[in-house]
Every structure is written in structure tokens, then in C-alpha cells.
């Protein structure tokens, strides 16, 4: 029995597997599969990549695992931390990675151990029961604080109903909460990425039946579009990249699996259209976006009430790009390098004409 946590499985896993894992402890189980998902490889909390992070010094996760435990939320350095894991496991819940999110969870754990040995041990009831239902719960309060909490204060919450469920369970020595249904942890999946680059055609992707046809229109809308702005050899340095193998395409499998087309030079040569634009940006930048000023984004994210999830990076907030995008709607295209610059090519001689 193995937990991917960086796969969509691992939620599904420690709910589905609850009842098994009464013959094991499953915060042991948690901790090993975050340890797993980590390796020993230096960790970033701030933007989850230690490469784009203005941040240079960044622990190995054990170490951050340690410094998140003796923090709690007494201090403004500690809530600072925690700022910073809740939202980076908010930012993995949007790409349908729960590592972060099972990483807070981690980091919350040990705060149970004392207390379901001492329910255990004085109501009489199993240890690892009480345990199940308090991970169950926690996670439950980690859906319902998705909007409208402050990030430093979900930490208290999941805490705080995790110690009255098990006293529940000790008061009442019959299981309350159910652990069957995993609906209530598990996310649908995301739907495909996209609804098409509309530019100025009259065609309307989404009633293109064959999808070959509307990927490639898709891709050449997007070029056209490149061209005009004036950042196509930009976009032409980031597709020598992928040809030449100093930068790997990021869909290749998805494309791979989904099939294709025939007559394209290469699978590996898909990109989503994200992949362009920086991961994160600065508040002030994606307050510019959205139409708002920075000060009021500034107060919507000490409220809780920002329509998505940032990231924390010492005294400033960092924003993903990808997290912005699908606020506005902009969708982000799985486009093949040979349709972006048929499309380029296409305004070019139109222009010379």
C-alpha cells in the first residue's frame, strides 16, 4: 500500500484508506509520504520553487517541518510561516496537487498526538480511531476555510475541531463523523484546460467537432496575436528552447495520452500558453489586472477575502500568474510551437500586402 501525496490520489488515499490504516497510524503514514514527496532536496514555501524565488536560503523539509511545529501562532515571524504554507497548499489545490496542502497537515499532526493517546487511554476507545476522525476533520476544516479566512488563522481552526471531535468521539464512544464518504475531501477533477483564443475570427472554437482542427486554429489565433503585440521572437527564443532540448515541454505526456496529431513535428513541442509569463508577480501588478488598487488588494488579503490564494515571501505577497488567469477567465492553451508561428507568419505577410 503506497501514498503518492504529489499525485490527485494521495487525498483521496488518506480518506478512502482510513479504516485500514486503524492497523497502522496514519500520522506516521502522512508524515513518511510528505517526506517522500519532498526527498531531501531544499524546499520553497515562499513560491514553491527555489529557482524563481527572490529568497535564497531555503531549508530541506524535515527542517522546515520542525521550525512550522515550534512556531505555532504566537509570533508574527511564526505567523508569517504559516501565511505561507496555507497559501502555498492553496496555490497546489488550484493545480490539483495536494502535496502542500497534506504538508500543512503534517506540520499540524504532532499538536494530536498527546491528546488521542490521552482520550484513548482515559475513555477507552482506539488510539488510532480518534486519530482518523481527527484528520478526517481537519481536512474538512481545510475545504470549508477556502475563502473568507485569513490564512494565519486555518491553522487554529483545523486544530481546534480536530481536539472536539475527538473528545467526541471519547465522550461518546460511537463513531460520529463517517469517514466513508471521501466526497467531502476529494475536489473534481479540473476540467481541460482552455476554451480557445478567440482573437478576431469569427469561428467559434467551441463548436469545431475535431479536435485536431480547433487545437490548431487555437494555436494560430495565439500566434497572430504574438505577432501583433510585437513579442514574437520572444516567443521564437522560448521554442528554439524546446527544440533543442534546453527547455522540456510541459504537456508532452497529457498530449501524449490524449493523442496527437499525426503530422505534427513533435509532442514534445507542446507548451501551455502560461508557460510563457512569469509564474508569479508582485501584488501591485496583479491588482493592476484585476482592476483594483494595491491597497485594496492589500486589505482583502489580511481579510481572507482575495478571490484566490498568494503566496508569502518575506514582507511582500507574490501571485500566481496561473491563479490570475483563471480568475479572469483568460484561458491558458495547450498550443504546439508550429501552430504559434504559422499564425505569426500569417499576420507578417498580411502586413506586407
Known sequence: MQWSPGSRRGLAWVTA?????AMSDIFDEIERGVRKAFGADPVCVHVGNVMECEIKRHPVYPRLRAEAIRAGVRSAPSSRLWESLIAMGR????DGDDTWR???LDCIVPAFRGVSTRIARDFRVEREEIRSDMVATALEVWAATAQGVPPRHVRDRMVKAAFEVAFQRGRSRIPEYSTDD???FSEPETTAR???LRASSIIDINSIRDAHVAEQIRGERLGALFQRLGIIEFVRGFHDDLRTGRRAGTVSRTVAMSGARSLISSPGLYYYASDLYPSFIGLRDAAGVMGISETAAHRLVRAGEFPFPVARAGRSYKVSVRALMLFKDIPDAVVHVDDIESGALHVSRAARY
Open 182 to 184: 471521501i466526497e467531502v
Open 91 to 94: 496555490l497546489s489545490d488550484l
Open 17 to 21: 484508506e482510513i479504516g485500514v490504516l
Open 194 to 196: 482552455g476554451s480557445g
Open 102 to 104: 497534506m504538508a500543512v
